[in-house]
């Protein structure tokens, strides 16, 4: 939210550090000692912006400059001597610009004076427009695009944006073994950091062979994962970067790797005291809980939010051994999950400028054609659980320029389908899935796109864009049933080539199509079970894919049966000894199966952000709470125990949180800010207690009943629950 | 040209380290101590890209690789470990793929071994688009963007491309006297470099005071650049960059200036025992010449050449003081006068990489409309010099781009007009131009723009688009007459405003439809009285319009005027003390006057690579060379002494030069590549002496000579000029 704050902090121009950080993020995967970095195209920071603000001074005041690059300064047009890191404001109206140039890390300023300070309502060009007139001089009527400036956590002028690193912490093994000619150190559980060599003694070379897995740790020929440091007399080589330092008693790794076990081989006449690690993690706070009755469900939320926790860093990535990239078809998830556990909106934000990158679109995001809708679908998510408009106007242009090269790859019937260079992932499926033609699935992402950049449109206050893509939206919704509903199969068939409608049904259009409310009711309950619950549709074996299918069950009021699901499919994979949730799981699956992927005996990664669903699936779904107006302005309660005797959890909103306990005779809310509604299906009137005078249990026409929930009013509920 | 060379060489993605390089010299512009950059967008290399060759080797061999940034190395699909300097590959046929990332400098490659080296034979892509099949794995029928890799001189593994920096050469001042409280050095004329302060002593501040005049120089307060150095016990300060060096007894300054007087001023107890410069310059050589009877023409051709070489450096620059950028207006100058003088051609792609930038389009090159079109223009007119084809197809993909902005910015005839955010500049006059609607000039360098488009289409292989754009020039060059020919004024008009065709003339549009060959014979003889010779129309006071003023004249045949013209602008430069060509010079003026521009006094430019035009004319239109198939495959020389008595010169092409001396009586030339034709008007037949055996001088159907010239033949030419 743009927010003027009482402390001065580094800004930027919008998306330019997020994009510059990421750079930093995505390329820090390596795979057996080789550097592996994304294979779409990188984008990169403007070199050259300038930042102005303009302000009245009641007195003079001296400001605080500090830049990173090389800048210059102009005070109402004039430019100034040097690179002042103190400047002296007269009273006054005023304009500063101060334009910085850096080619090696995004041009970033610091600002601070007793009023004057750089914060998110300073304005930022690249200068992508700019008229100057016959003088030569800059006009003041000039088409430069100026953007808010964009801005996070830095607030010390010592210590500039680039020099940004996450905090880490020493952790020690659970436990260590001799195995063949090494030693084997487990930390007890999936973890992320930097290996330390302690107590080295003697020359020669170490090999460091991660797993997430002992048989992983222990295969040094195939292990995802490994070093190699030379120890000399006076230096300590890391052989994969060539990085040389001094060396020391201790020595930390200079990459992060993913791993629960350390396979350690000593060669020739070096010697270990010991190996430790540094833990490296995101400052998250867990803002969000569940507990209930069942014990396996709530280690499955703790395994989930640990998951989450491991691979929510400078980014949401996907899994911390691979890829450790940022992918929108798992961003779009962790979002979702985000808004029930750590409501950390910074890092939502800092992904999708990632994402989206900078003009001109050559390709799909991440070159996959549903990762481009998730994006889109994505930003329409942050808008509505935490009211953020002003980076809705920040990152619009991009979202307009995206929705311009998909819309510039539709075919005659303004329909997407897969061209060269796209990519149409859908899932990892174990059987054939036909990429030809109109994928259905696509069309329904493609539609709620353009619902959703017509909203940010219309946000942007670009009411020509919001009528157009309006319009789109609805041409495109109206094509749809016409398109693939098959009425004998009471489902959405897979897809459509070259005008043949196919005769085959997946689950994915029929999933999304349900809850985008492209389905009437009817249909809704229909493909229940003509397509969700019928085994005879091809299953769903990724969590990734698991997460819509289970919502859609949830929406259609399917918690009881999603419960025993979770239980059984998360539950199968702690039974099998995870640690963190995976990123995919065949139950059909038996031993190192489970460590394959990718043709490769430990392709898989396991702990992958895409494993947690349960973490979204229990806070929207079966707590129940879900914002109805942008940033939980308004809210619903929709409890459901779908077969818990009780539970109790916190969700948390933009400003505070709701917690709730719930049994089938009470509930107990509170909530700290917006205007909540809570729904209960109840077989007597409820019993409000704790509520403002007048404030009751209101019968609606469907029987059940709506309790209005005030910020900071706790209430206790007493009913008597009638579960569907 | 594409060439493989012997030698390894640095290779980059085309355009890239030129964008970058750009970068670095556009920013070295100070203005009294500030830093002053672009106003426009800059744009920044890719941060990733991929090198890669398919090769076959006879026997196994070591390769040497060196990379500017993080790398890894895969062959024939399969990564390897780690970021090796040797790798062994072994015999065989096999790719070679490279992925760098770099942020702060352009990602560059190096890699040498007994047969498989380095060279624009490379491929080069940043991933704009790449299909990855459902196993994960980077498709070969990869809809990823391939392009041949771009490089310059850099040889040297262990000087990588960003440490380019051009040569110095020491040089002491020519004479020093006292002024004032300080010193005045006089370096004797215009030159570039650094200021060395010499035999330090004591500490204190010294103050540099940069002129290109003396007036300049010791006008502390108004002159364009300075320097406030503060010298302390141990350490030296810049104080406009903040930069810090250990003390030592000779301090260079930090920043290159433009100067040719130096006005040191010591305070506090500071002492100097002396100054001098390092003089920085580009290694470029005088491979064209002339030479004539008449000395005060031979000093404009020497102090023009000075000009051109001052401005030649990594870029063309416009002004050695201001602005120091690379422009598109005065860049297309500097081609053409660097194809009768040093012929780099390297200088020439670089420039032109630079001032296209990266996509997207935000605006019209240097903002400036006309200059967009100059851009064009400029590579056409690379092409016929040159015959670089390789070069057209790399930047091809750039010019369609280009010319997509500016079709997107056409009015409803299919004409530009200035709209917001465009700067329609044309040139700077001494009187009113109307920049209102459409203008006639910029409807004919659109035209020519199309026309260059399309050829270059064409040699990319891009037929499809080679239609297209010959079809938009073919609409615009036929409305071109309709629109803006007066037949009452005989002239083409300045403009046409809401339909309504304007009754002013200006110069601007007849001159250059006169020599793009949109006019009549007619017509064009017509404009050279209407309007080339007449007092009545607002008269061109930059030398940088009077370049395409003097060359419509000369290419009406007006030689006689043109040098009498030459002699008196350019003499009258030389008069006022020049020792290099100003950016502007009103003969009208008188004393300080010729400093000032901008509203600033000391505002002008005095060393403007646009003030060396005579470089062009008198190589072009004088000893009349040029060619007529690209790369001077064929070409012409048509002499014309235009009043002098005798002239000689040498013109260098591609791979040579074609040398001459003309008198009234006799024409000796010599070529080293190429097919020529001479021609000469001579009242009795020539007689041919050197040529083989059966060719002759041939009399064409207009009286005139035809002479054929073969490589390596020199011929002497005996005949009895008919000048017109």
């Given at each position: 939210m743009a927010t003027k704050s009482e402390q001065a902090r580094w800004i930027w121009y919008p998306g330019d550090y997020e994009i510059w950080l990421g750079n930093r993020m995505n390329n820090r995967r390596t795979e057996r000692g080789a550097f592996f970095p994304p294979f779409w195209k990188a984008d990169s920071h403007y070199v050259t912006v300038e930042f102005s603000k303009t302000f009245d001074l009641a007195a003079d005041e001296e400001i605080r400059i500090a830049a990173e690059g090389t800048f210059n300064l102009k005070l109402d047009g004039k430019l100034q001597f040097g690179m002042p890191d103190r400047f002296p404001l007269p009273a006054g109206h005023h304009q500063l610009c101060i334009k910085i140039w850096n080619q090696a890390t995004p041009p970033a300023l610091y600002v601070a004076g007793a009023t004057l300070r750089t914060d998110d309502t300073w304005r930022v060009t690249c200068e992508d427009k700019e008229w100057i007139d016959e003088s030569g001089k800059a006009s003041d009527t000039s088409a430069t695009l100026y953007l808010q400036a964009g801005s996070w956590c830095f607030d010390d002028p010592?210590?500039?944006?680039?020099r940004f690193a996450l905090p880490r912490e020493a952790r020690r093994a659970a436990s260590v073994r001799e195995a063949a000619g090494g030693r084997l150190y487990d930390f007890g559980r999936e973890t992320f950091g930097y290996a330390v060599l302690e107590g080295l003694a003697g020359t020669g070379e170490v090999a460091v062979y991660y797993g997430e897995s002992v048989e992983e740790a222990t295969d040094t020929e195939h292990c995802e994962t490994l070093d190699r440091i030379r120890i000399g007399e006076t230096a300590v080589l890391?052989?994969?970067?060539?990085r040389t330092e001094p060396r020391a008693g201790r020595y930390v790794l200079g990459g992060s790797k993913a791993f629960r076990y350390l396979y350690v081989v000593c060669e020739g006449g070096v010697g270990l005291a010991d190996v430790s690690m540094e833990y490296e993690y995101a400052p998250v706070a867990y803002r969000g809980s569940f507990r209930s009755n069942d014990e396996e469900l709530n280690r499955i939320w703790e395994v989930g939010a640990y998951t989450m926790h491991l691979t929510t860093r400078e980014f949401f990535i996907d899994g911390i051994k691979r890829d450790r990239w940022v992918w929108s078809g798992d961003a779009v998830q962790s979002y979702l999950m985000n808004y029930y556990l750590f409501f950390d909106s910074a890092c939502v934000r800092r992904t999708t400028w990632l994402l989206r990158g900078k003009d001109p679109v050559t390709s799909h995001t991440n070159t996959i054609m549903d990762y481009t809708f998730y994006w889109f679908i994505g930003i329409c998510d942050y808008y509505r659980y935490t009211g953020d408009d002003a980076f809705v106007r920040q990152i619009y242009p991009r979202m307009r320029s995206m929705m311009d090269y998909v819309l510039g790859r539709t075919n005659t019937d303004g329909m997407v389908e897969g061209m060269e260079g796209d990519w149409v992932f859908v899932d990892w499926a174990d059987g054939y899935l036909d990429k030809r033609g109109e994928l259905a699935i696509e069309q329904v992402l493609f539609c709620r796109s353009l619902e959703a950049t017509a909203l940010c449109a219309g946000l942007a206050g670009e009411e020509a864009d919001r009528a157009k893509f309006d319009g789109l939206a609805a041409a495109l919704r109206a094509k749809l049933l016409p398109a693939f509903w098959d009425e004998e199969r009471q489902a959405l068939v897979h897809n459509r080539v070259n005008g043949v409608r196919s005769g085959t049904v997946t689950r994915y259009a029929n999933m999304f199509a349900s809850f985008f409310g492209y389905l009437t009711p009817e249909q809704q309950q229909r493909i229940k079970h003509s397509?969700?619950?019928?085994?005879?549709?091809?299953?769903?074996?990724t969590p990734y894919m698991r997460f819509y299918e289970l919502e859609a069950l949830c929406a259609l009021g399917g918690q009881r049966a999603v419960l025993r699901e979770m239980k059984a499919y998360w539950g199968g994979m702690l039974r099998e000894g995870a640690t963190s949730f995976w990123e995919k799981y065949n139950p059909g699956e038996r031993g190192t199966q489970h460590l394959a992927m990718y043709g490769r005996p430990y392709g898989k990664s396991l702990c992958h952000a895409w494993g947690a669903s349960p973490i979204y699936l229990l806070g929207k779904?079966?707590?129940?709470v879900n914002p109805t107006a942008p940033g939980y302005a308004a809210y619903e309660v929709r409890p459901v125990?779908?077969?818990?005797?009780w539970m109790e959890g916190t969700v948390p909103t933009p400003r505070g949180a709701i917690r709730l306990r719930v049994d089938p005779a009470e509930i107990r809310i509170e909530a700290s800010e917006g205007e909540g509604s809570l729904y209960v299906a109840s077989s007597v009137v409820p019993t409000v207690e704790g509520a403002a005078e007048g404030v009751a249990a209101e019968r609606l026409a469907d029987g059940t009943f709506r309790i209005p929930v005030a910020p900071n009013r706790p209430l206790t509920i007493r009913y008597a629950a009638v579960e569907s």
């Open positions: 010592e210590t500039p944006p680039s890391d052989r994969a970067t060539n397509v969700l619950l019928n085994d005879a549709i091809l299953g769903i074996t779904y079966y707590l129940g125990l779908g077969g818990l005797e």
